[in-house]
């Protein structure tokens, strides 16, 4: 298995604090890896305890660019199982051999990572522990909920091209409000995940009229 084990001294979102923004921390994760392919699972057994609100950033950041058809569905699954066990309050990630076998490409998801990287360098510019009860044992099982609401969503977006961007855009703000454990980043990403779902749902009342 490639070692795609985090460096020392990077902290989790429980409270940690760790030397490396978090745009750069995925980058290194990644880059870390020596194959062409990693798997889900090799991403998830690098990160450690530290796995669950920097994999759903991880899980979410492919979405929120430009890409083929069907993506949204390959990430969400897997985004589904995660906020499922987060909504239950387990302490680690779990996720079956199928999911954890699924493939993807290294060097196409470093293009979305350095892609996105100077949004989230800006975002991190802002973000500091506020409203951090936002992020305690009981807040992140309410995040579990809604994210597990907005990842149904994913799994059957709007036929129409790129109407899944608002809403993936809007959770992955909402991910690194929780990674960096900044509460007013997660109520302005939760809000705008609702207008993400309001454009959805808008886009099949349109085409049932059409």
């Known amino acids: 298995m490639p070692n795609t084990e985090l460096p020392p001294g990077l902290g989790e979102a429980g409270g940690e604090s760790h030397p490396l923004p978090t745009s750069e921390l995925l980058i290194h994760l990644v880059e870390s890896c020596a194959n062409d392919e990693m798997t889900v699972g090799e991403l998830i057994d690098g990160l450690g305890g530290r796995a669950f609100s920097i994999i759903l950033l991880l899980l979410t950041l492919p979405i929120a660019v430009p890409g083929p058809p ?6 969400a699954v897997p985004l589904l199982i995660l906020t499922t066990q987060l909504w239950l309050g387990r302490a680690s990630p779990w996720l079956p051999g199928f999911v954890r076998r699924r493939r993807f490409s290294r060097p196409a998801l470093l293009i979305v990572l350095r892609k996105v990287r100077p949004t989230l360098s800006r975002l991190e510019s802002i973000c500091r522990p506020r409203l951090t009860d936002m992020t305690g044992s009981t807040g992140q099982r309410w995040i579990g909920v809604f994210f597990f609401l907005c990842a149904i969503v994913l799994t059957n977006p709007v036929p129409i091209p790129f109407s899944h961007l ?3 855009l809007a959770l992955a703000v909402l991910s690194l409000g929780f990674v960096e454990r900044d509460g007013v980043i997660i109520i302005l990403g939760a809000i705008a995940a609702l207008a993400g779902i309001a454009i959805n749902l808008l886009g099949f009342k349109i085409l049932h009229l059409g």
Do not use: S, V
Not at 70 to 75: A, K, R
């Open 166 to 168: 608002p809403l993936a």
């Open 70 to 75: 069907g993506l949204p569905t390959i990430f």
